[in-house]
C-alpha cells in the first residue's frame, strides 16, 4: 500500500514563502508522476502543479505559475511545492497525490480522477 504524507502547512503571511513535502512510502516512488491539489474553502479540488517521473516536465496552475516550484527527489522518495509571494487566495488543504501508471502512459495529468493515490493534506492559511 503507497502512503503520501505532507507536511509543512500552517498559518503565514502574505507575500511569504512556503515549502510543503510529500513523503512516499510503500511503493517505487521514480514510477510515479507526482502532483500537488488544493481544496480551498467551500470549493472543489483543484490542481496546483505536477511533475513527471523522471522530473524532467512540469506543469503549474495559472494563478501560481512563475511564484511556484514542484519538484522531486526520487532517492528520497519525496515530492515538495515551494510557493513565493503567498496570497490569501492560496489558502486552502493541500494534498500530494501519485500517478502509479506514468511510465505506461507518458503523460503528466491534471486531473484529480487520473491520481491513485493521495495524502491527508496539509492546511495552509495565508493572512492579509
Known amino acids: 500500500q503507497v502512503q503520501l504524507v505532507e507536511s509543512g502547512g500552517g498559518l503565514v503571511q502574505a507575500g511569504d514563502r512556503l515549502i510543503l513535502s510529500c513523503v512516499a512510502s510503500?511503493?517505487?516512488?521514480?514510477?510515479?508522476?507526482m502532483a500537488w491539489f488544493r481544496q480551498p474553502p467551500e470549493k472543489e479540488r483543484e490542481f496546483v502543479a505536477a511533475i513527471n517521473w523522471k522530473g524532467d516536465r512540469t506543469y503549474y496552475r495559472n494563478s501560481v505559475k512563475g511564484r511556484s516550484t514542484i519538484s522531486r527527489d526520487n532517492a528520497k522518495n519525496t515530492a515538495a511545492l515551494q510557493i513565493d509571494n503567498l496570497k490569501p487566495e492560496d489558502t486552502a488543504v493541500y494534498y500530494c497525490a501519485a500517478d502509479r501508471d506514468a511510465t505506461k502512459h507518458g503523460r503528466l495529468y491534471v486531473a484529480p480522477s487520473e491520481f491513485d493515490y493521495w495524502g491527508q493534506g496539509t492546511q495552509v492559511t495565508v493572512s492579509s
Open positions: 510503500g511503493h517505487t516512488f521514480s514510477d510515479f508522476n
